[in-house]
């Protein structure tokens, strides 16, 4: 079987990892389950073990139909998880593709969920857990922080897919926060990392608000927050 490049697909070939992800998940029976990209189905094996209500989306036909044939029965969604309804589950699990990660995780923002654990592109990981100040302080970090608390929890090296990918991969945990965003800063967030070396007050020409002479890669989510509601007081709920 060749494996697709559009479809990012490395498989994780160690058991032992597999069953570390899904005890990472907590799960109890009932829970409803979504699971991003089975693949050959090493974690949905795993999670059919638990009795929880399970269903898989997976675009590739050559591997939905290897799990369908595999666990009849199962609610199997042949898509993309991009195209999918914002539905809500218990619990998301995924070893997600890396080409698509970072709008994996934009497209969580609109999902319901407790609890997700993707496998990501290790640079990825750090990307997303880095907070303000730290080099790998982006756009994706700052706004998934304002709604997600997103820990890294194991490194895993390639060697543990087949075929060996050029990168390595880090296991991450994230929980939504459920905090009250008063004013919506993405398209601000958006725009200011896209001029990450000015000062606020050069990037947003009528702010002259305690954050001026800062640069994005210093602000938390929270001033994203009060840069939003100073700039669009409009779109700022309870102000
Ligand atoms: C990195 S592989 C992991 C496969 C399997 N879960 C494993 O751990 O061995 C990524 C999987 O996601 C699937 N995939 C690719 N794009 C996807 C998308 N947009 N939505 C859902 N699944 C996708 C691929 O076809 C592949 O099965």
Do not use: W
């Amino acid at each position: 079987m060749k494996f697709s490049r559009k479809y990012g697909q490395v498989f994780l070939k160690n058991l032992n990892i597999a069953k570390i992800e899904v005890n990472l998940l907590n799960l109890s029976p009932g829970e409803r389950v979504l699971e991003i990209g089975p693949g050959h189905g090493i974690l949905t094996s795993i999670i059919m073990e638990k009795n929880v209500n399970l269903t898989v989306v997976e675009p590739d036909h050559r591997f939905y139909n290897e799990i369908i044939l595999r666990f009849p029965g199962l609610n199997a969604i042949k898509n993309s998880f991009l195209d999918l309804n914002p539905d809500a589950y218990d619990k998301i699990i995924g070893n997600i593709p890396y080409n698509i990660s970072s709008q994996i995780i934009f497209k969580l923002y609109d999902f319901d969920f407790k609890l997700a654990l993707l496998m990501v592109q290790r640079e990825f990981a750090e990307r997303l857990v880095a907070s303000p100040g730290n080099k790998n302080y982006s756009r994706l970090s700052a706004s998934s922080k304002l709604r997600f608390d997103i820990k890294k929890v194991m490194d895993v090296s390639r060697k543990n897919f087949y075929p060996v990918p050029e990168v390595d991969s880090s296991i991450i945990i994230i929980k939504k926060n459920n905090k009250k965003i008063p004013c919506n800063p993405d398209d601000i967030i958006k725009m200011a990392f896209s001029m990450k070396r000015k000062k606020i007050s050069s990037i947003f020409k009528n702010y002259d608000g305690p954050l001026k002479d800062k640069r994005p890669g210093d602000l938390s989510p929270e001033d994203f927050i009060d840069l939003c509601c100073y700039l669009f007081p409009e779109r700022c709920q309870g102000s």
